[in-house]
């Protein structure tokens, strides 16, 4: 392995610990090396704190003139939250940007590249791009698609069975399989459920990882006629994120300002087939900055997410346990495909052990 490569990777590791707070920006890592050593690093830790390029440049043990930067995506050109990153490398004297990817982003994509080649340093994309773009994936989608980067979890038995006839799924997956799950939940802006999953289990859907930053997610319910009792978690416990209520205009208007009074957000939705159109949900949820979305249940949103090419990635927990029962709830309800040919397919599928559990992930084509 070239040091080139050591210090992109170095640079991408570095991205990765903004996992999951740095939404809506993308992670962003960097590494400053002058004369084959390190002198300086950074990472972006959240929205609205100083990017990866100026922490590394504050970082730095030595003058960074004449030295290289590497980072795994194009440094920003224009004025956000925060001064561009470009003048601040070009006024520390960097003489050459070694960047893994252009930023997606029309305000920025190739211009960031451009301002640094007119003003003398040379810049050099394309190092370890896959992994890059594999680290940003949400991010890269949101910005290409406005519609946030979609992934459907469900834990099931062996036979395909999230529930018992009686609707009962606590707890079907392992210790280590729940503890994964809010680790994933971390990586995520928002988490959705139908009102059928919020009826049987009564959820938090909080992040609870013991000993790790709190962090507040958006806790999302297509809930066509605001079936959701009062007394529930999801109404009454505000510590967690925000609580919005995709609902029709066949929810009763008392009930819309009941819910609103104690602090939970209601949208009218458009209607499609008797319940929330997903897709209207998904672009209001993309306004409101929400750039991925994790779905959580139940069989029927899942079919729905299914069946409108709204899922980009799932994971699937199978406990060794078999439920059994034609009556028994599988992971997806609606109607199926009649030909294996045109049945959904996977693609950089990769499974894994949670405990006794195992997890496959994948892609859906």
Request: charged share 30%; aromatic share 6%.
């Amino acid at each position: 392995m070239s040091d080139e490569v050591t210090f992109m990777r170095r640079a991408l590791e570095l991205a990765a610990k903004g996992k999951g707070f740095t939404s809506p920006n993308p992670m962003v890592g960097a590494v400053i090396v002058k004369k084959g050593k390190i002198i300086g690093e950074g990472f972006h830790c959240r929205a609205g704190d100083k990017h990866a390029e100026i922490v590394a440049l504050e970082n730095c043990v030595e003058n960074p003139r004449e030295g290289t930067l590497y980072l795994n995506l194009e440094p920003c050109c224009h004025k956000g939250r925060t001064p561009p990153c470009v003048e601040a490398i070009v006024k520390a004297g960097i003489k050459r940007v070694v960047a893994a990817m252009a930023d997606p982003n029309p305000l920025v994509k190739g211009k960031g590249f451009e301002l640094l080649r007119q003003r003398g340093i040379e810049v050099e994309v394309g190092l370890c791009q896959q992994e890059a773009e594999e680290l940003n994936e949400k991010f890269i989608f949101f910005i290409k698609n406005r519609r946030p980067f979609v992934m459907i979890k469900a834990a099931l038995s062996l036979d395909g069975k999230i529930a018992t006839p009686t609707g009962k799924s606590r707890w079907l997956s392992s210790r280590e399989a729940r503890r994964y799950v809010h680790q994933l939940r971390q990586e995520y802006d928002a988490i959705m459920v139908g009102i059928n999953t919020v009826l049987r289990d009564n959820p938090r859907l909080t992040v609870r990882l013991p000993g790790a930053e709190k962090k507040e997610i958006l806790r999302v319910v297509l809930d066509s006629k605001l079936r959701i009792p009062i007394q529930y978690h999801l109404v009454r416990e505000k510590r967690g994120g925000e609580v919005l209520i995709f609902t029709t205009p066949a929810a009763p208007a008392e009930r819309i300002e009941q819910l609103r009074s104690l602090g939970v957000g209601v949208v009218i939705a458009k209607e499609k087939e008797g319940r929330v159109d997903l897709n209207y949900a998904l672009k209001q949820l993309a306004k409101k900055g929400i750039i991925s979305l994790l779905i959580e249940g139940g069989s029927e949103v899942f079919a729905t997410a299914l069946k409108e090419k709204l899922i980009n990635k799932v994971l699937f927990i199978y406990a060794p346990k078999i439920i059994g029962g034609r009556d028994s709830i599988s992971l997806f309800g609606g109607e199926g495909k009649r030909e294996l040919a045109s049945a959904y397919k996977l693609s950089k599928v990769r499974s894994f052990r949670l405990g006794p559990d195992v997890a496959i992930e994948g892609y859906l084509k």
